[in-house]
């Protein structure tokens, strides 16, 4: 393990760091709108942005997670890779010709909300989030209810840490976004680490930019007692919580 962060040391300008945020290097909060950055990542990002290519890559809207985490120099790619804050948020536009699917969902799920209590909605316009944090019980319901509306309307689910999430039915995801700014950037190496089933995909993206030749990738799974095991399965390391994983970045 030693020997990556050596290579990220020698050549920081070509080695990517691509985090996710809740859960990774945000506590798990009981709802999404009271997350914070953790106050020991706000102590560590600002030096590393200064020094290595930085990319905060959430399924939060990319707004709304440069914004809580604050920081200059960071990159942000929000809805799991489908909009890019540039001068100001950009839709990927694959995303595009589905939005009037999910306007549809959006006032299905409106009228079959009321089946089930404690279930919220987080709409972030790209997917629609069914978050059942709160309501534990409702989990078969609340998938059920996300599947029957995927099928129906030409939509993909997809699952998260208490969530089931709607999106368009396209190849865009926390891989491919990293695949594309690895490129831009002209890295040669780079780390992910995240917590969730989303952030397989971005383990995915890393194994493809290995695939072409000349890069070297480090999938990071952040554990807790909620990790899926296709994550852990596929991480080239594991590290315990939140702190776990500011423990490596701040030896960077
Ligand atoms: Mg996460």
Request: hydrophobic share 40%; proline share 6%; aromatic share 6%.
């Amino acid at each position: 393990m030693d020997n990556w962060i050596g290579e990220f040391k020698k050549d920081p300008r070509h080695s990517g760091i691509f985090l996710d945020f809740d859960g990774t290097i945000s506590d798990i909060a009981p709802k999404p709108g009271i997350a914070q950055l953790h106050p020991r990542a706000a102590h560590i990002l600002p030096s590393l942005a200064t020094r290595y290519p930085l990319c905060v890559l959430s399924g939060r809207r990319a707004a709304n997670v440069a914004e809580i985490v604050g920081l200059p120099h960071i990159h942000y790619i929000g809805v799991h890779g489908m909009e890019w804050l540039e001068d100001e948020p950009k839709i990927d536009p694959e995303i595009l010709p589905f939005l009037p699917r999910l306007d549809r969902a959006r006032q299905k799920l409106q009228s079959e909300l009321d089946e089930l209590p404690g279930v919220t909605v987080e709409d972030k316009m790209l997917t629609l989030g069914l978050h059942y944090r709160e309501a534990p019980e409702q989990e078969d319901k609340a998938l059920d209810l996300a599947q029957k509306l995927a099928d129906t309307l030409g939509l993909k689910v997809r699952r998260g840490r208490k969530v089931v999430e709607l999106r368009a039915p396209v190849d865009v995801d926390k891989g491919t976004a990293l695949g594309r700014l690895s490129h831009a950037w002209r890295l040669k190496r780079a780390l992910y680490a995240g917590d969730d089933l989303t952030d397989v995909d971005a383990f995915r993206g890393l194994r493809r930019l290995i695939r072409e030749g000349g890069f070297e990738g480090t999938a990071i799974a952040v554990l807790s007692d909620e990790t899926p095991i296709e994550l852990e399965a596929v991480a080239d390391i594991t590290v315990l919580g939140v702190d776990g994983l500011l423990d490596i970045l701040a030896q960077l």
